[in-house]
């Protein structure tokens, strides 16, 4: 159960990419974000890591937003600050949800080693 608690971050930045790709109409980028968690029931090592990259990736997928509607708001002299700080957020809780893999609790799920205890067993 101690696993299920850390990966919330993990799930919810794989939910706000799924609604943000489904804001732009981009299905097929909604459904694999919407799935990307489910890569976790692989209990291999590069499991976590494919998690992650994802998550670096959509981090970077939220700056790039971040740039097109600042500069769409000040091209049209829309308030913009506040949608930054809002999506810079976003940005920094997406790429601090790739994080939670580095805990020893999390990597010895995903050690590959079929000895060493799962699911908060350890400590």
């Given at each position: 159960?101690?696993v ?25 980028l ?22 992650q ?6 981090g ?56 060493a ?7």
């Amino acid at each position: 159960m101690q696993v299920f608690w850390r990966l919330i971050p993990v799930l919810l930045s794989a939910m706000l990419m799924a609604a943000h790709f489904s804001r732009a109409g981009t299905t097929v980028l909604m459904l694999l974000s919407l799935a990307l968690p489910l890569v976790l029931l692989i209990r291999q090592p590069w499991a976590p890591r494919l998690v992650q990259l994802a998550l670096l990736i959509a981090g970077f997928e939220w700056l790039r937003t971040l740039w097109q509607i600042a500069v769409r708001r000040m091209e049209s002299g829309q308030p913009w600050l506040r949608m930054a700080l809002i999506l810079g957020v976003v940005t920094l809780f997406t790429w601090a949800s790739a994080l939670v893999f580095r805990s020893p609790v999390m990597r010895t799920v995903w050690s590959g080693d079929e000895s060493a205890p799962a699911d908060g067993e350890a400590g």
